[in-house]
């Protein structure tokens, strides 16, 4: 749907909303296929080992069946289709945010798609470096992942609130506010974890987006009284 609003008219979102319709034929076809083929090669092999979670049939077919070079590029494939659209915006929000106006200002179309590619790369081995590193301490990914999110999410929510229920909107306020409450969700998780505070870290996310919406909602004409 957002690649839609980056048309120029509502006649090209038209035809490209069809068009997503037929396409959508051939990659449902490929599923049922893949299931269809499961199905037919288990049920032609019943002595092979089947998993307690008919969901996971294909990754158990990947593991147990397949030789080491498909198992290989399937793996690969999982991989990469779900990090690349987070690289990209890692590597696009750097470029944009940070290197262009920052480090090179004057520089060819060229020389930042140098960089961008070079920035893929380096976000890549930081975030594998990273979930190394949290693998080898605990085995619960999702769970970590779920925690760390909660720190910046609560604050981005308490923000988009802000500008949707109030009228009470300033930038530089809102920054503050933004960092404040990561900081303090940063704060209650870590006290969480440690036993040394009564709550689940689930109420991270909630204390966040209270403490933006709040402190964003005080600073706002404070920082209107300074710029007059």
């Known amino acids: 749907m957002q690649r839609l609003l980056t048309l120029e008219t509502r006649r090209e979102s038209q035809k490209t909303l069809i068009l997503t319709i037929f396409t959508s034929f051939p990659v449902t ?12 090669f288990y049920g032609q092999n019943p002595a092979l080992p089947l998993p ?18 498909l198992k290989g590029l399937v793996l690969a494939a999982v991989v990469l ?15 944009t945010d940070i ?13 930042y798609l140098l960089a961008s ?47 949707l229920m109030t009228r009470r909107v300033a930038n530089r306020s809102n920054v503050v506010a933004m960092l404040f409450s990561a ?5 209650v998780l870590y006290l969480s974890e440690k036993g040394m505070a009564p709550i689940g870290w689930s109420w991270v996310i909630v204390i ?19 710029k007059k």
């Open 29 to 40: 076809w490929l599923y049922l296929a893949l299931g269809t083929l499961l199905f037919a």
């Open 52 to 69: 307690e979670n008919a969901d996971k049939i294909l990754s158990h077919f990947t593991v147990h069946v397949l030789p080491a070079g």
């Open 81 to 95: 289709a779900s990090i690349d659209s987070p690289l990209s915006s890692l590597s696009s929000s750097f470029i």
């Open 99 to 111: 290197y262009r106006p920052l480090i090179k200002q004057e520089g060819s179309e060229r020389h």
């Open 117 to 163: 590619r070079l920035s893929v790369a380096c976000f890549g081995l930081l975030l594998a470096g990273i979930a190394w590193l949290c693998a080898a301490g605990s085995g619960r990914m999702l769970w970590l992942a779920f925690k760390i999110n909660g720190v910046t999410a609560g604050s981005l929510l308490g923000v988009f609130l802000l500008g």
């Open 183 to 187: 900081a303090l969700a940063g704060l």
């Open 208 to 226: 966040g987006t209270v403490s933006t919406f709040t402190l964003g909602w005080l600073l706002a004409p404070l920082e209107a009284r300074f």
